[in-house]
């Protein structure tokens, strides 16, 4: 088990384009973003979170060794291969106030 002390972790906050949860998921899932995140990025572990109740917004989160880490892959070489996540998000959406919720984990990799 990795001790994330002193890790850091993001989140991005996705509206499903046209509420279609199983096509952000299906995005995610296909083009293995989350382990790519890991292989060539070095994030330790990476999910995604959509609300049980059918409503609001998916959460991505990730734990990273700093956020210089995390900058890495935000502008790293293998991202260009990867579609544009607005197929799949709304990003002209309006933005949302996000409060506590249960979230199911339905896409996640972690590095070894």
Do not use: C
Request: aromatic share 8%; no cysteine.
């Amino acid at each position: 088990m990795t001790n994330l002390e002193g890790k850091v972790r993001s989140f991005l906050i996705l509206q499903p384009r046209n509420g279609d949860y199983a096509a952000l998921v299906r995005f995610f899932r296909e083009h293995d973003v989350l382990g790519k995140a890991v292989q060539h990025a070095g994030a330790w572990s990476a999910e995604v979170h959509v609300p049980l109740s059918g409503s609001g917004p998916v959460v991505v989160t990730a734990v990273w060794d700093s956020a210089e880490a995390y900058q890495g892959w935000r502008t790293h070489p293998i991202r260009a291969q990867l579609p544009p996540i607005t197929e799949v998000a709304d990003e002209d959406a309006e933005p949302l106030a996000v409060g506590s919720g249960v979230y199911e984990v339905a896409v996640a990799a972690t590095r070894s």
